[in-house]
């Protein structure tokens, strides 16, 4: 079950890995969709915090593409509740069960296994 | 006296009845819950009094100001600490004659009728009925007990006759079991010449109504649980110092088996988790991870967001300030020693750089089942790296709350690492249980804005995560300073301490050695 809004706060950490290391990109994604119950203020205190071409990407490449390419400039349209709603699903609805993440960086290969990812590095990507 | 004819800019006084157990945690949660719904409340005694509950047993209940009683009824729906509120109107004096209302409880029993009867001077000519009152009205005594001699209990008179019971003996747990065994005689006998310090009658707002969840979220029904599990009163004790509640974000980044969690998500708080060890998180069933079937138990897997398998040490999150809370139980090296990853300096094998490639080709790292080498994660480290984590990762008047484990004997408020833009929040001695040599004290500190002399907020790098080694001096430890500046931390050099927490491990294991003669167990 990683969910979009949490694979949207994680980036590769691996140790000198830092560019091109977010987002990581999903492979062999079992994507399930499980209906949430929206706590829609949640979202809105959410955005300034959000990396929205990163969301947008990863939501595409799920096959999901209900959010625009950039941004609402517009503060009403963005915070209506309709375009919120939008984002509450991809947000919290899209879940991936199994498969991976993978740094585009330093490719590492963060598997996901029973909607737990493994974020452990290994022994000589931890550094001191 | 009914409450409806509230005045709404006077504060109104209560008194609020708590639970007994863990004392030194109950002003902390009721200052949470007044905090949570933003009412204001003001202790009308001083805190040391009443929050010393082995040396003062009598004093578990008190009388408060708030500002209006609608707030009250939320938060008594939350804090899991009040039995029951009433709002008081009336002090000494309730008594026609004082001399005939300090009856012992022995002949309370006897004479509830006349009891009662008594108040008739209050005037209340409605009619009567005890099984569905409009109002009811609580009447408690506070007595000054001794041990060495026996006193009868305070007697509750409440015209709701199957209250008398629960509060006949407000203070009974803290006299020895064998004196209460004693018998009626000897009670009555004792019983004599007792009178109440002070008398406090007024009608029952509320009972608390989260009392229930200690057994809701009790650990041995739960479908999951380890045998570190936190148990559930503490749990919710916990939860309630986080302020945790709908729409927040709150995250445990030593989850185990998730217990903290749950109780959060139960406020309505969105929860993650993350834990170096993933099967904390998985446990062994197949029918999946035990950290989503314990959510679905208590419905609330909808706001678990994820849980992670990482070292927080070594963790991916992008950026700070993307959480309301942190709440965590660190493992302290008894059951579960913390780990952290990376190899252990000066050890057998030396920590690589450079990945190993397998005779078949295959990386070594990337083997199915493959885990990283860890060392031992130092408590000193764990708690500064934590404080200075939770400044990053929280967002300004968020809290950090965790238990930290603690030699009783070496044992100083400054253990606690004191950092620019972190408050710690406590009460009276502060709030903690106690296992004689050594104790666990729970720890809530507060974000606070800091801004510049030009008005910028500051923000705050993310922590390297560099173990202090013995270099305590790095801590800042400086009792009452917490401005924080440079010059101020050096000149508390001198001052600076070993914490009562460190090498805890050791020390457990050792059975606390000391020079000093051991202190008899502190009641909790």
Known sequence: MVRLITHNMLTCHVKNCTKDNYPLVFQDAAVEIRPAEPNLGFIERFLPKLEWSALVSTAKALGDDSLPEVMPEDEEELRSEEFLTKLHHVLMEIHVEEGAMVCRGCGHVYQISSGIPNMLLAEHEVGR | ?524
């Open chain 2, 1 to 524: 006296m009914s409450r409806q004819t509230n005045s709404t800019s006077l504060p109104q006084r209560y008194l609020i009845h708590l639970a007994r157990s863990h004392p030194t945690f109950r002003i902390p949660e009721l200052d949470s819950c007044a905090c949570l719904y933003g009412f204001g409340i003001r202790l009308l005694a001083t805190g040391d009094h009443y929050i010393s509950g082995a040396s003062q047993p009598s004093s578990l209940r008190w009388g408060h100001e708030l500002d209006s009683t609608l707030e009250l009824e939320d938060a008594i729906g939350r804090g899991d600490s009040a039995l029951l509120v009433i709002e008081f109107t009336t002090g000494q004096g309730v008594y026609k004659n004082a001399e005939s209302a300090c009856l012992p409880v022995a002949d309370t029993r006897k004479t509830d009728e006349e009891t009662i009867e008594g108040f008739g001077f209050m005037g209340l000519t409605s009619k009567i009925n005890l099984k569905k009152p409009e109002v009811t009205y609580m009447l408690f005594e506070e007595c000054k007990f001794s041990r060495s001699r026996v006193l009868g209990s305070p007697s509750s008179v409440s015209p709701d006759s199957e209250l008398t019971d629960e509060n006949s003996s407000p203070d009974a747990d803290h006299l020895d079991s064998d004196t209460i065994g004693k018998g009626k005689e000897k009670l009555e006998e004792a019983a004599e010449g007792v009178k109440p310090l002070r008398v406090f009658m007024g009608s029952l707002v509320a009972y608390g109504q989260a009392r229930q969840l200690v057994y809701k979220f009790a650990v041995k029904d739960r479908k999951f649980f380890g045998n570190t599990s936190m148990e559930s009163e503490m749990s919710l004790l916990m939860a309630g110092q986080t302020l945790a509640d709908q729409g927040k974000l709150v995250y445990d980044p030593f989850a185990g088996t998730g217990s903290l969690l749950y109780v959060c998500a139960n406020w309505g708080s969105y929860v993650m988790g993350s834990d170096i060890d993933g099967r904390q998180m998985r446990g062994k069933d197949k029918t999946g991870p035990g950290v989503f079937r314990a959510a679905n138990q208590y419905g609330v897997r909808d706001k678990v967001l994820d849980c992670l398998t990482f070292d927080v040490t070594r963790n991916p999150w992008r950026r700070g300030e993307l959480l309301d809370a942190i709440i965590t139980d660190p493992p302290y090296g008894v059951r579960a020693g913390a780990k952290r990853l990376g190899r252990k300096e000066g050890g057998k094998k030396k920590q690589i750089s450079e990945p190993v490639k397998l005779p078949n080709g295959v990386w070594s790292h990337e083997m199915p089942g493959y885990v990283p080498a860890s060392r031992p994660y130092e408590m000193v480290d764990l708690v500064y790296d934590l404080v200075l984590f939770a400044r990053y990762m929280l967002v300004p008047g968020g809290r950090l709350v965790f238990f930290l484990p603690t030699f009783t004997e070496e044992w100083d408020p400054v253990d606690v690492p004191v950092v620019e833009g972190m408050r710690e929040i406590s009460f009276g001695q502060g709030s903690a249980q106690d296992y004689n040599k050594w104790s666990r004290r729970l720890i809530t500190l507060e974000k606070v804005k800091v801004v510049d002399a030009e008005g910028v907020e500051k923000k705050w790098d993310a922590p390297t995560f560099v173990p202090l080694e013995a270099d305590f001096t790095r801590m800042q430890i400086n009792a009452g300073d917490d401005s924080g500046d440079e010059e101020a931390g050096q000149s508390k050099k001198d001052q600076t301490k070993v914490p009562g927490h460190a090498n805890f491990r050791e020390k457990y294991l050792a059975g606390f050695p000391s020079s000093a003669p051991s202190t008899p167990p502190a009641r909790d």
